[in-house]
Nanobody, 128 residues
Framework: QVQLVESGGGSVQAGGSLRLSCAAS????????MGWFRQAPGKEREGVAL????????FYADSVKGRFTISQDNAKNTMYLQMNSLKPEDTAMYYC?????????????????????WGKGTLVTISS
């Protein structure tokens, strides 16, 4: 059973930065898409960024392109989301997620329904 634990959330002012981490455990060798999703109060969960554990493949939501960077350290089984130039509209609960699969263009839609495993989330609050 895959387990995902997020950390790194917090409260910062607009324009600031945060780095989220997702520690993964319990999965066997294989190909995964891992990613970050977020859900603001009263809104649906939306995809932020995805990365392929085999490397060389990432997807980003248009709203975060150029500001957020997803990365991974396979030796530590940890995924990261570096968030820069944060805006109040980035305020949300951020979730780590994983799904079996190879990197294909099908993942460009960043669909939450495609993910198999979820963490419990870490809260990010951006003040203006």
């Amino acid at each position: 059973q895959v387990q995902l634990v997020e950390s790194g959330g917090g409260s910062v002012q607009a324009g600031g930065s945060l780095r989220l981490s997702c520690a993964a455990s319990g999965y066997s060798y294989g190909s995964y898409m891992m990613g970050w999703f977020r859900q603001a109060p009263g809104k649906e969960r939306e995809g932020v960024a995805l990365i392929y554990t085999g490397g060389g493949c990432t997807f980003y939501a248009d709203s975060v392109k150029g500001r957020f960077t997803i990365s991974q350290d396979n030796a530590k089984n940890t995924m990261y989301l570096q968030m820069n130039s944060l805006k109040p509209e980035d305020t949300a609960m951020y979730y780590c997620a994983a799904a079996w699969g190879l990197c294909t263009s099908d993942w460009s839609g960043l669909m939450a329904s495609a993910m198999d495993y979820w963490g419990k989330g870490t809260l990010v609050t951006i003040s203006s």
